[in-house]
């Protein structure tokens, strides 16, 4: 079965992740008709003064602060992906395709 218009530019934003978030890796990933199926590597990265920070899912712990569960720090899984959601959504409301949801 071939992809939908949407289902192209979902496959296609998934696709450069990496080029905006140089610490994640994809691996295999499949669009669904109303999800997305993948494995995410979260690399370790590099921020201020040399010291290592590990990104998790939902929170990024940084240095002198302590991390909460919730709070949504750039980089993380859950921001990454909410950004992906809302420009194929934005993308299919251009179009008028008014019907698409996740």
């Known amino acids: 079965m071939g992809l939908s218009e949407t289902g192209g530019v979902a496959w296609q934003n998934w696709a450069a992740i990496p080029d905006h978030f140089d610490h994640i890796k994809l691996d295999a990933f499949i669009i669904m008709p109303n ?34 569960f919730g709070n949504l720090k750039s980089g993380s899984v859950s921001t990454i992906v909410n950004h992906y959601k809302g420009s194929v959504t934005r993308w299919a409301r251009k179009k008028d395709n008014y019907d698409f949801g996740w």
């Open 35 to 68: 999800h997305i199926h993948s494995l995410i590597g979260v690399m370790e990265r590099l921020v201020k003064r040399g010291s290592r920070v590990r990104t998790s899912h939902g929170m990024s712990p940084q240095e002198d602060s302590e991390a909460k």
